[in-house]
């Protein structure tokens, strides 16, 4: 074969020859390897190369690694490289030498992996052993959260009734102006809510206060309620507003030191005119330690435009603690599945949100539990995440959520290439050419 310092490394046409490395360790091929011969790794080699370019005008046969046996090929360089067709240009063992001015010769960028005429034969990972898996089910511990001091079921963490079923707005209070706050009874349904009316500024609304003594440093909280606009009797209004009206809210906290602070803003649905649709949700609000800490703790909610002249009502006003994340440390998948993946490697795990296909988790496997009884694997993760998974054992008929997949990331044949900032756009890459007769092919076999 050539000198691997100054030219290719050549496999001669009608040279079989075969890889013995079995070590593990790294074969510079700065000039790239060319295949017009055969060229078998078998399943004892262990290896990295790395090169410029391979060419395979012949034979490259591959079987499946031994044990953790790896080969791998990595690709570099950001010169572009030249492909000489034997038949046409020459080459080791065609009888003739190559012309390496040849005007048959290819410019075909850097980091090429070339299938000219020639035939690939790779057996990359076990034909028995499934890619991938639904995810059956997982196992979940209860996270160490910080409990809370106190009762926080609706409306506990400030001193009203959400609900108004009590029939007082105590712990309600005007938020801008004056108005009256009153409890209101729907003569169709029985239900009872709070209305604001005799509102003396167009963008006064309603606020509670928290009762600070029940947060929690570090926990999670959220906020909402429903509400309509309907007309004001004490404004001698009888129509609805005609179009949608909106609200928004604020959590302004007295710190210690005598400052006001503001977050966590609430963007409400806008009100169908005189209907309860409308509803107002905050995101996930953080109890940060300026929160916990606070003297005061004001949560307020105001239209989005002046409207002095109709009433607001309030209905299931919560402002509730999350219930800790689920902590999954361990993956239930098919018994087939379970045998083909080892502690240490990594698996990936789908995303269950409909438009947020990226949202794939990467898990390292601890170790691995069969269960006979059922035919299923227990897949013991490195470490715990924090993730809510769409499972066989979750998912109904005709449900929208389908079952996460669970796939295999370990791979003991790789082809990779090798960043770098020259063309970044244009990377290693596997491209075929036939002759005229058609012959270019991968699968096929042979043995030397």
């Given at each position: 074969m050539g000198n691997a310092a100054t030219s290719p490394v050549v496999v001669p046409c009608g040279t079989c020859a075969t890889v013995d490395v079995t070590s593990g360790e790294t074969i510079d091929m700065p000039h790239g390897l060319e295949v017009l011969g055969k060229l078998v790794f078998p399943s004892s080699a262990n290896l990295v190369i790395n090169t410029t370019a391979v060419f395979v005008q012949g034979e490259l046969n591959m079987g499946i690694p031994d044990n953790d046996n790896i080969v791998k090929l990595t690709f570099y360089g950001t010169e572009d490289v030249d492909f000489y067709p034997a038949e046409q240009c020459g080459g080791e063992g065609t009888g003739t030498p190559r012309d390496n001015n040849c005007m048959h010769k290819k410019n075909l960028s850097k980091k090429p992996f070339i299938v000219a005429g020639g035939k690939l034969d790779i057996a990359a990972v076990d034909p028995t052993c499934p890619s991938w898996t639904t995810l059956k089910d997982v196992g979940t511990v209860t996270?160490?959260?910080?409990?809370?001091?106190?009762?926080?079921?609706?409306?506990?963490?400030?001193?009203?009734?959400?609900?108004?079923?009590?029939?007082?707005?105590?712990?309600?209070?005007?938020?801008?102006?004056?108005?009256?706050?009153?409890?209101?009874?729907?003569?169709?349904?029985?239900?009872?809510?709070?209305?604001?009316?005799?509102?003396?500024?167009?963008?006064?609304?309603?606020?509670?206060?928290?009762?600070?003594?029940?947060?929690?440093?570090?926990?999670?909280?959220?906020?909402?309620?429903?509400?309509?606009?309907?007309?004001?009797?004490?404004?001698?209004?009888?129509?609805?507003?005609?179009?949608?009206?909106?609200?928004?809210?604020?959590?302004?906290?007295?710190?210690?030191?005598?400052?006001w602070m503001h977050q966590h803003f609430i963007y409400c649905d806008n009100a169908t005119p005189g209907d309860w649709s409308a509803t107002c949700n905050s995101n996930?609000?953080?109890?940060?330690?300026?929160?916990?800490?606070?003297?005061?703790?004001?949560?307020?909610?105001?239209?989005?435009?002046?409207?002095?002249?109709?009433?607001?009502?309030?209905?299931?006003?919560?402002?509730?603690?999350?219930?800790?994340?689920?902590?999954?440390?361990?993956?239930?998948?098919?018994?087939?599945?379970?045998?083909?993946?080892?502690?240490?490697?990594?698996?990936?795990?789908?995303?269950?949100?409909?438009?947020?296909?990226?949202?794939?988790?990467?898990?390292?496997?601890?170790?691995?539990?069969?269960?006979?009884?059922?035919?299923?694997?227990?897949?013991?993760?490195?470490?715990?995440?924090?993730?809510?998974?769409?499972?066989?054992?979750?998912?109904?008929?005709?449900?929208?959520?389908?079952?996460?997949?669970?796939?295999?990331?370990?791979?003991?044949?790789?082809?990779?290439?090798q960043k770098d900032d020259v063309d970044s756009l244009l990377g290693g890459h596997l491209m075929f050419f036939a002759y005229d007769d058609g012959t270019a092919e991968v699968g096929g076999s042979g043995n030397c």
């Open positions: 996270p160490l959260e910080p409990q809370a001091p106190c009762d926080t079921t609706v409306g506990s963490l400030f001193s009203g009734d959400g609900t108004f079923e009590s029939g007082t707005t105590a712990g309600f209070f005007t938020n801008g102006g004056t108005s009256i706050l009153q409890v209101e009874t729907d003569s169709d349904t029985g239900n009872k809510y709070m209305r604001q009316s005799a509102r003396s500024s167009g963008n006064g609304g309603m606020r509670f206060d928290l009762d600070t003594s029940c947060t929690v440093d570090g926990r999670e909280y959220q906020y909402s309620l429903r509400y309509r606009v309907k007309a004001d009797p004490s404004k001698s209004t009888t129509q609805d507003p005609t179009g949608p009206i909106g609200l928004i809210g604020m959590i302004s906290a007295l710190k210690a030191d005598g400052q996930v609000i953080s109890m940060t330690s300026d929160f916990h800490t606070a003297t005061t703790i004001h949560v307020s909610i105001v239209p989005t435009s002046d409207i002095a002249n109709y009433a607001i009502e309030y209905d299931d006003v919560q402002f509730q603690l999350i219930p800790p994340k689920q902590r999954v440390d361990t993956l239930l998948v098919s018994k087939e599945f379970g045998r083909c993946v080892k502690p240490g490697e990594e698996i990936l795990v789908t995303s269950n949100e409909i438009g947020a296909w990226d949202n794939q988790k990467v898990l390292e496997i601890s170790s691995i539990v069969m269960n006979d009884a059922d035919n299923t694997a227990t897949l013991n993760l490195v470490e715990d995440v924090t993730e809510t998974f769409s499972t066989e054992a979750s998912v109904v008929e005709f449900d929208e959520t389908f079952p996460v997949e669970v796939a295999r990331l370990n791979r003991q044949v790789v082809f990779e290439a």
